[in-house]
């Protein structure tokens, strides 16, 4: 089971799932969000060790990682844990979350050009012109645009992971992915 804080993270890595070939459904893998970093102990209580003992693995932003470490050792999956000791247990952190993470692996212009193809882009440009924003670098104000509207997050979650080149795919994304079927038939830490 991959935990992620959102709809929009669950978006993400099962649309590269699919990109890649690979049936999750088919590998017993299911994508969880929990909704928000604050619920990850109450899910490591419930399906780690101590609950249903179920292979974990999951995706955190930077600013909640401290969360994460604190309830993995609180779920006893270990001790003094830095961010190689979250990777070694399957967490993995994007910096500064998802978004920002494929913002940077696409690039500005390629963002924008996925935002013209949808229907996007004059709602952007007309939000770049409002005081707050004006002159702020792009991937501030595509991931504020990104983080502002109804489900536009959850939408551009699948079309940036679409428009990715897979050699280029964000680190934290990619590693969550790549764990092998091994590691899922093991319920042992």
Request: aromatic share 6%; hydrophobic share 45%; with cysteine.
């Amino acid at each position: 089971m991959i935990l992620v804080e959102g709809a929009s993270d669950q978006v993400a890595v099962e649309t590269l799932a699919a990109r890649r070939g690979r049936d999750l459904e088919a590998e017993r893998v299911s994508v969880v969000p929990i909704g928000g970093a604050q619920a990850i102990a109450r899910a490591l209580d419930r399906f780690g060790p101590g609950g249903l003992d179920i292979r974990l693995a999951g995706l955190c932003d930077a600013g909640q990682e401290r969360d994460f470490r604190r309830a993995l050792e609180r779920a006893g999956l270990g001790s003094d844990l830095d961010r190689e000791g979250m990777e070694a247990l399957g967490f993995y952190v994007c910096d500064t979350d998802l978004e920002a993470e494929l913002i940077r692996a696409l690039g500005a212009d390629a963002v924008l050009a996925v935002m013209e193809a949808h229907g996007d882009l004059g709602p952007f440009r007309t939000m770049q012109k409002q005081p707050a924003w004006r002159g702020r670098p792009v991937d501030e104000q595509l991931r504020r645009f990104f983080g502002s509207g109804a489900r536009r997050k959850i939408r551009y979650a699948r079309f940036l992971v679409e428009a990715l080149d897979l050699a280029r795919v964000p680190r934290p994304l990619e590693l969550v992915l790549r764990l092998g079927s091994s590691l899922w038939s093991s319920t042992t830490y």
